[in-house]
Each structure stands twice: as C-alpha cells, then as structure tokens.
C-alpha cells in the first residue's frame, strides 16, 4: 500500500520563505517521478514543480520560477519544495504526488489521475 503524506505548511507572511516535504512509502520512491501541486481558492489543482526519477530533470510553473526549488532525498524518501519570497497568491493547498509522468508543467502525458496522492498541507501567505 502506497502512502504519501505532506508537512511543512503553515502561515507566513509576504516574503517570507516555508520548505515543504513529502514521504512516501510503499513504492520504489528513487525510481518515480515525483512533484508538487497546488490548488488556489476558487481554482483547479495546477502542477507547480515536479522532478523526474533520476532527480536530474525539474520543471517550474511560470508562477514559480526563481522563487521555489524541488529537490529529493532518495536515502530519506523525501521529496522538498524550498519556496522564497513567498506572495499571497501562493494561497493554496499543495499537494504531493508521486509516481507521475514527467514533465508535469506542459506534459502532454501528464495527468492526474495518474500516480498517488497525499492530503495536502496548507500554506497561507498574509500580505
């Protein structure tokens, strides 16, 4: 059984920074493609970074190009997004998903009912 489970949300303040980090179990974490995902109020879950298997390829929404870096640690099973100079339209539940394709930014293959999910964690970003 494939369990994903998401921290590091919290409240913070506009340019503030949070590192959100996902586990996972159940699966081979070092040979998935792995990435995080958002959905703002009032809007559909969106792909912010993902990361292929190798950890040598990542892909950046627009949004979040040069503020948040994904990064995974194959040892621990965990998956990170450091995010920077946070903005209140980071508003947003993120989740984690891993066993995706890869890219999920402008993948054609991509999709969400691929993969496993964790519960997401909230950040809220106060201006």
């Known amino acids: 059984q494939v369990q994903v489970a998401e921290s590091g949300g919290g409240l913070v303040q506009a340019g503030e920074s949070l590192r959100l980090s996902c586990t996972a179990s159940?699966?081979?974490?070092?040979?998935?493609?792995m990435g995080w995902f958002r959905q703002r109020p009032g809007l559909e879950r969106e792909p912010v970074s993902c990361?292929?298997?190798?950890?040598?390829?990542?892909d950046y929404s627009d949004d979040v190009q040069g503020r948040f870096t994904i990064s995974r640690d194959n040892a621990k099973n965990t998956l990170y997004l450091q995010m920077n100079d946070l903005k209140p339209e980071d508003t947003a539940i993120y989740y984690c998903g891993v066993d995706i394709t890869f890219p999920c930014n402008g993948g054609s293959s991509f999709s969400f009912s691929d993969g496993y999910w964790g519960q997401g964690t909230r950040v809220t970003v106060s201006s």
């Open positions: 159940g699966l081979a974490f070092d040979d998935s493609s």
């Open positions: 990361i292929s298997w190798t950890g040598g390829s990542k």
